[in-house]
């Protein structure tokens, strides 16, 4: 990611990232019509969100640090 993020930008990642984890656990919590959902994939795109939700943090903070 570019180093020069603002903050602004940064939030709407974090946003962005925070809207697809809730669908993808929507999708996950258990029920009668998800017999088939495959959770083993959708375990790794949850391991995928976080990793990239680490990132998009640790740029916010370097934004936020004073130089």
Do not use: C, Y
């Not at 993808?24 to 258990?30: A, W």
């Not at 990239?52 to 130089?67: A, N, Y």
Request: charged residues 30%.
């Amino acid at each position: 990611m570019p180093e020069n993020l603002t903050p602004r930008e940064l939030m709407d990642q974090l946003r962005e990232l925070q809207a697809g984890r809730s669908a993808v656990t929507d999708l996950v919590t258990p029920g009668s019509d998800l017999h088939a959902v495959d959770r083993d994939k959708f375990t790794v795109l949850l391991n995928i969100l976080d990793r990239h939700t680490e990132r998009v943090l640790q740029d916010f903070d370097r934004v936020l640090q004073p130089k």
